[in-house]
């Protein structure tokens, strides 16, 4: 034992006597490199010019070589001084102070490359961002410096310069993404969290991030969005929304890249569409991208999510539905989200249940037959929509995604009079609609998207009575296939084309007994279209200019090419403040007439038909708007102007009531307008007054006279409201207000009925010369959020509409009685409506 300790002593200290050794004669074989340049002045006959303080901190071994270039190479390498030449005898030295760094980034989650990450070299002016491939160069940088990596979504990532020092290999890094919790989080806002608007015009909400609104306990997505200017419901419905002054027809209304026909729950007043499964909507009024065709006023694209990986519950009831929604991971690349819900209108009388029940169901036939006491009714509706989407990643490059939507507006109704005469009704409105897309990355520069649907209308009603047997039934189907192509051409521009195929078909049956009548229209429209778009984009200006080629042919009457420029431009004029044009030509095959003789029980009086170019032509729309905006930490400032030019349209798409009520007249109109929007917001609250001008004009030369008001003429609207959050608690409250819409009144005296016609008509004034009364209405809502435990989160909500119960006066209009006598007809707003919510999510 002691023989071994023994050796193992011997053996330590003969191996650190070697290595002393050899470490002196390594170090004996250096000189001070001051003394080496002298020696090689004298062997080479040159000269170097240097300062004393930057050479002499350093020893080097003299090259083995004779060759003088690789000497002095042999020399930089080992010092890093930079080395330059004079001439052909006189060289120089000096210290070099900056550096090359390279490097590439990759997402951590597939490894897929980040392109366009910033790379900034921190206090100073140099910065680039990464290339399609991740990578990035940057010369000349100082030594010292700090190196800053950012990508949205991504945590940020520091380096000193000499870690990325370009005489290294190219190292790869992993840049994980940011997750943080949305109640730590300060989302910025726009109007409140969750809105957002786009450099290109459009605006956004993320419901996930959605706060609260005046009168809203839910992110609503129809009801949000006319929290914005120049978007307002004239009758206080979903399902008739009118931007810029266009109908409700003109938008164009897209869930999953499927053209919605129905919209709308409790006959308009509330979205057919789940917000809580509804991920993202934006909202755009002009400058449309040209992959969108129809919607001549508006687009409306709502996505619902699409990252395979999220899993999340909830559900909850308010005094109107109750609904249940979840997405569920199948496997590492699948997944599955459903979500359903369904009124409780059936079996729950609540007050906010009556208070929609009298605003839609007035001047209805159910209505009207109530107001007779000896009569006994018995009605039963209800409404439900369901949602559903099956999403599998086939690789990192290739996505597959299936949809599936169906909405349901059910009505029965049973009468028995004194007699004991029995009458029933029944109303049936519902959209079924399912697509599938693939989405495919090529390579780093090309992606493409491929997406086919089709979506099926249908509103049916029948009455039935003693003596008559009434049915109108209006179907739409429309199979619908695209192609988008993206190619990126360099880190600034790119191109997007494409091609799309859209065939609807729509039938119009109405059916009497008695007397005998049967009216039955069918038809089928085919529309051909190729797109593309060029997109710049620079840290100062964003501009999308494209074209979109339409061939459209009805089946039946007639083909037509028509050609739709779309420009789109941001510019940043200065800091925080911001300029655009942007300027579109649309088109659209499909309207709605609306039947004003109590159509459809008096309750749905639209049904969809498709342009013949004879009665009906193809709508077609210019737009040009040009905006400036303001956007510094807490203050938001913008206003835009626009003109608007639609022709095409019919006096039954407009819903005229007065003497060009069923003329069908064909005519245009044009808009002439101003929005304005202040925005005070801050972390806890946020305040906002806007202001929206319209001069809305018909003009149709077989109308005496041939200009007049439009019937969405609303020249003025003011919105004031404010939000506040304080913890888990928010609040909202606002006030609407704008001036009265046109409307049409009987001549006076005995001149306003003509008893010598059969049946007597009113003689009325020109059109639209009347005004309704100013619209008023305050809201009221409030939200607390709360935690069960930490797996479970809930929400308690509760709000007012028309917190002080104003009369306002929707529509008026007149009708012959039996009797020959003037009737005035006048539809009311929502009179005060509570409401409150309960919801849980985990």
């Avoid at 729509?506 to 085919?526: A, C, E, F």
């Avoid at 999308?544 to 339409?550: E, F, M, P, S, Y």
């Avoid at 008096?602 to 040009?624: H, N």
Wanted: some cysteine; glycine content about 4%.
């Amino acid at each position: 034992m002691l023989r071994n300790k023994f050796f193992r002593v011997i053996f330590y200290c003969f191996f650190f006597a070697i290595s002393y050794v050899t470490s002196a004669q390594e170090t004996s074989n250096t000189i001070p490199l001051l003394k080496y340049i002298q020696q090689l002045e004298q062997t080479f006959n040159i000269r170097f010019s240097y300062v004393d303080k930057d050479v002499e901190p350093f020893n080097i071994k003299p090259s083995t070589s004779t060759n003088l270039n690789n000497i002095l190479s042999y020399i930089t390498t080992k010092t890093d001084l930079k080395l330059t030449q004079l001439n052909k005898r006189y060289f120089a030295l000096s210290k070099e102070n900056t550096i090359s760094i390279h490097a590439k980034f990759l997402d951590n989650f597939e490894q897929n490359t980040i392109n366009g990450a910033s790379v900034e070299v921190l206090q100073h002016n140099i910065a680039t961002v990464t290339d399609s491939t991740g990578y990035f160069t940057l010369n000349k940088v100082p030594k010292n410096a700090v190196i800053r990596i950012r990508f949205i979504g991504y945590k940020t990532l520091h380096f000193n310069a000499t870690e990325l020092n370009k005489n290294k290999p190219v190292n790869t890094y992993l840049l994980s993404q940011h997750y943080l919790e949305l109640n730590e989080v300060i989302v910025s806002k726009f109007l409140t969290t969750g809105l957002r608007k786009s450099k290109n015009g459009s605006i956004v909400l993320k419901t996930t991030d959605f706060g609260i609104l005046p009168g809203l306990i839910e992110p609503d997505v129809l009801q949000t969005v006319q929290a914005l200017p120049g978007i307002k419901s004239s009758n206080e419905t979903v399902s008739d929304i009118n931007v810029r002054g266009g109908t409700n027809d003109q938008n164009l209304v897209l869930w999953e890249d499927i053209k919605m026909y129905q919209s709308g729950h409790f006959f308009g007043l509330i979205s057919a569409f789940n917000p809580y499964l509804t991920n993202s909507v934006s909202i755009t009024k002009n400058g449309t991208s040209p992959q969108y065709g129809d919607g001549i006023s508006s687009v409306i694209d709502m996505r619902t999510n699409n990252n395979v990986k999220d899993s999340f519950y909830g559900g909850g009831f308010n005094m109107i539905t109750a609904d249940i929604y979840a997405q569920v991971p199948i496997t590492n690349k699948g997944a599955f989200q459903f979500s359903a819900r369904r009124s409780v209108t059936d079996f729950l009388n609540s007050p906010t249940y009556n208070r929609y029940f009298d605003k839609t169901f007035q001047d209805s036939d159910i209505e009207n037959d109530t107001e007779d006491s000896e009569v006994t009714r018995k009605e039963d509706f209800y409404f439900y929509d369901i949602t559903a989407k099956a999403m599998y990643n086939i690789n990192k490059n290739h996505k597959v995604r299936f949809s599936f939507i169906q909405m349901n507006n059910a009505l029965k109704y049973a009468e028995t009079n004194a007699n004991e005469e029995n009458s029933n009704s029944s109303l049936d409105q519902q959209n079924t609609s399912f697509g599938g897309s693939l989405q495919s990355t090529w390579n780093s520069k090309l992606t493409t998207k491929i997406n086919a649907y089709r979506t099926y209308y249908n509103l049916n009603t029948l009455a039935v009575t003693n003596r008559q047997e009434l049915q109108q039934n209006n179907k739409v189907l429309e199979n619908g296939l695209k192609l988008n192509v993206n190619y990126k051409i360099n880190s600034t521009m790119g191109i997007l084309s494409g091609y799309q195929l859209i065939e609807t078909g729509i039938l119009n049956l109405t059916n009497v007994t008695q007397p005998p009548y049967r009216k039955n229209i069918k038809g089928v429209i085919r529309t051909n279209a190729i797109f593309s778009e060029l997109n710049y984009n620079t840290t100062k200006l964003k501009a999308q200019v494209g074209a979109r080629l339409n061939y459209i042919e009805n089946l039946n009457t007639f083909k037509r090419w028509i050609l739709e420029p779309r420009l789109n431009i941001n510019y940043s004029i200065a800091t925080y403040f911001n300029a655009s044009i942007l300027g579109e030509y649309k088109s659209q095959s499909t309207n709605q007439i609306i039947d004003l003789e109590q159509n459809f029980l008096g309750i749905e009086k639209r049904r969809w038909i498709l342009a013949d170019e004879d009665e009906l032509p193809i709508t077609t729309s210019k737009q040009l708007s040009a905006g400036l905006n303001y956007d510094k930490n807490s203050i938001y400032i913008g206003i835009e102007a626009f003109y608007k030019n639609v022709e095409g349209i019919s006096t039954l798409t407009q819903g005229f009531q007065n003497q060009d009520q069923f003329n069908g007249e064909i005519g245009k109109y044009n808009i002439k307008g101003v929005e304005f929007l202040i925005n005070k917001k801050a972390n806890n609250y946020s305040t906002w007054l806007s202001y929206t001008y319209n001069l809305n004009n018909y003009t149709f030369k077989d109308i005496t006279p041939n200009t007049f008001p439009n019937n969405l003429d609303i020249r003025h609207t003011i919105t004031f409201a404010t939000t506040y959050n304080y913890k888990n608690f928010k609040i909202g409250a606002g006030i609407n207000y704008n001036s009265g819409k046109p409307y049409t009144e009987p001549e006076e005296g005995n001149n306003a009925l003509d008893v010598l016609s059969f049946p007597s008509k009113i003689n009325y004034k020109d059109p639209n010369s009347s005004r309704l009364p100013s619209y008023v209405r305050a809201d009221l809502s409030a939200l607390y959020n709360f935690k069960i435990n930490k797996k479970y989160k809930a929400t308690i909500g509760a709000s007012v509409l028309n917190v002080l119960n104003k009369k306002n006066i929707l529509n008026r209009y007149y009708r012959v009685t039996n009797d020959n006598e003037i009737e005035t007809v006048e539809s009311v707003s929502l009179g005060i409506t509570p409401n409150a919510s309960f919801r849980i999510s985990f």
